[in-house]
């Protein structure tokens, strides 16, 4: 799960992660941004229909978390826990390199009510999947710290508070390391678009609020190029930054 305060890159890490493991994995990436519509573009696939539309649209919060067990028993096939792959295929996407993305959902209308129902759905999905030893999971999170409300945290295995040369955006990473480890889950601190002048001042800040920096992914041209034409995700150093991080963390064993 990826997660952090608006702007530190959460999408772009994702699928550079998603890239990154499905050199060795079968790979997913669950799109539970509210907001951001950029996803599908950035992975170069024709958008999916958002899953909230699967369980028959957006309701009331308290409705879907009165329903948790019907809607998980609707993404279900034959009584086996939800299983992505099986999926109809107008609600999952699949890039040239066979990652494959779902969405939640998306805020487009004025006045549709808050995002919370997405959350939700998100938890639902997530806690119960059913994944193969060769299957992996990457989650796009929503910007700052709803998921926490929704408790979409307890439903997956290892967080990654993404940061960026902000000190909000390492006050909200000290926010979900207490959350995570607290849930017993896997919690990594990593900082995004860094280059040499702010990586001494960031790793001293972290350290001041009790974090240390598992890793580094240098700023990129190519992905900045990328995000304003709205094409496929191209990039250089940060890829490769990503996979180290990827094997040296364990991500990927």
Same mark, same amino acid.
């Given at each position: 799960?990826?997660?952090?305060?608006?702007?530190?890159?959460?999408?772009?890490?994702?699928?550079?992660?998603?890239?990154?493991?499905?050199?060795?994995?079968?790979?997913?990436?669950?799109?539970?941004?509210?907001?951001?519509?950029?996803?599908?573009?950035?992975?170069?696939?024709?958008?999916?229909?958002?899953?909230?539309?699967?369980?028959?649209?957006?309701?009331?919060?308290?409705?879907?978390?009165?329903?948790?067990?019907?809607?998980?028993?609707?993404?279900?096939?034959?009584?086996?826990?939800?299983?992505?792959?099986?999926?109809?295929?107008?609600?999952?996407?699949?890039?040239?390199?066979?990652?494959?993305?779902?969405?939640?959902?998306?805020?487009?209308?004025?006045?549709?009510?808050?995002?919370?129902?997405?959350?939700?759905?998100?938890?639902?999905? =997530?806690?119960?999947?059913?994944?193969?030893? &060769?299957? *992996?999971?990457?989650?796009? $999170?929503?910007?700052? /710290? #709803?998921?926490?409300?929704?408790?979409?945290?307890?439903?997956?295995?290892?967080?990654?508070?993404?940061?960026?040369?902000?000190?909000?955006?390492?006050?909200?990473?000290?926010?979900?390391?207490?959350?995570?480890?607290?849930?017993?889950?896997?919690?990594?601190?990593?900082?995004?678009?860094?280059?040499?002048?702010?990586?001494?001042?960031?790793?001293?800040?972290?350290?001041?609020?009790?974090?240390?920096?598992?890793?580094?992914?240098?700023?990129?041209?190519?992905?900045?190029?990328?995000?304003?034409?709205?094409?496929? =995700?191209?990039?250089?150093?940060?890829?490769? &930054?990503? *996979?180290?991080?990827?094997? $040296?963390?364990?991500? /990927? #064993?």
């Amino acid at each position: 799960m990826v997660c952090g305060k608006g702007g530190t890159g959460k999408t772009i890490v994702s699928i550079l992660l998603a890239r990154v493991l499905s050199e060795k994995y079968r790979v997913y990436i669950v799109d539970s941004d509210e907001s951001n519509i950029l996803l599908p573009r950035l992975l170069g696939v024709k958008p999916p229909k958002p899953l909230i539309e699967y369980i028959g649209g957006k309701r009331d919060e308290a409705e879907l978390e009165s329903r948790e067990l019907d809607i998980a028993s609707m993404l279900s096939r034959a009584g086996l826990g939800i299983r992505l792959r099986a999926l109809p295929d107008e609600y999952i996407s699949y890039s040239r390199d066979g990652i494959g993305l779902t969405c939640i959902g998306k805020v487009r209308e004025y006045g549709e009510g808050c995002a919370c129902p997405f959350n939700i759905l998100t938890r639902i999905l =997530l806690k119960n999947l059913v994944l193969d030893a &060769d299957e *992996r999971v990457v989650v796009d $999170t929503d910007a700052g /710290i #709803e998921h926490i409300g929704r408790r979409v945290e307890e439903a997956v295995d290892g967080v990654i508070a993404l940061i960026d040369p902000t000190a909000e955006s390492i006050e909200t990473a000290s926010l979900l390391k207490d959350v995570s480890l607290s849930l017993g889950k896997k919690f990594w601190v990593i900082a995004n678009k860094i280059d040499r002048k702010v990586r001494d001042i960031l790793i001293d800040k972290a350290r001041g609020m009790g974090l240390s920096i598992d890793g580094f992914i240098s700023f990129d041209e190519k992905i900045i190029e990328s995000c304003l034409l709205g094409e496929e =995700l191209r990039s250089s150093n940060a890829l490769e &930054d990503v *996979r180290s991080i990827a094997y $040296t963390l364990k991500i /990927i #064993e």
